[in-house]
């Protein structure tokens, strides 16, 4: 079993930044693949952003420039660095591990990108 704990979510104003982490339990994470997903009132829940275990990136277009995904494999914890916030950006973020073949999810943490 896999727990996925998020922090970090707020509201911000359009242009601020945030970073969004998770901790992860488990004695592997450095095996585990990561990612950040989102979903906006009323719309699917869509992937923003993933990391391999080698570290290899990938990141949804609308994002692109603007969000980073890391990982600490000594802390146990994935990042999204979030910046040049826009208000489509609203929504609960979402960590993912896809971790001992099976799915994990994070409770969500709301960002809020509002003036």
């Known amino acids: 079993q896999v727990q996925l704990v998020e922090s970090g979510g707020g509201l911000v104003q359009p242009g601020g930044s945030l970073r969004l982490s998770c901790a992860a339990s488990g004695s592997i994470f450095s095996g585990y693949f990561m990612a950040w997903y989102r979903q906006a009132p009323g719309k699917q829940r869509e992937l923003v952003a993933d990391i391999t275990s080698g570290g290899s990136t990938d990141y949804a277009d609308s994002v692109k420039g603007r969000f980073t995904i890391s990982r600490d494999n000594a802390e146990n914890t994935v990042y999204l660095q979030m910046n040049t916030l826009k208000p489509e950006d609203t929504a609960v973020y979402y960590c993912?591990?896809?971790?001992?073949?099976?799915?994990?999810w994070g409770q969500g943490t709301q960002v809020t990108v509002s003036s």
């Open positions: 993912y591990a896809g971790a001992l073949g099976r799915a994990y």
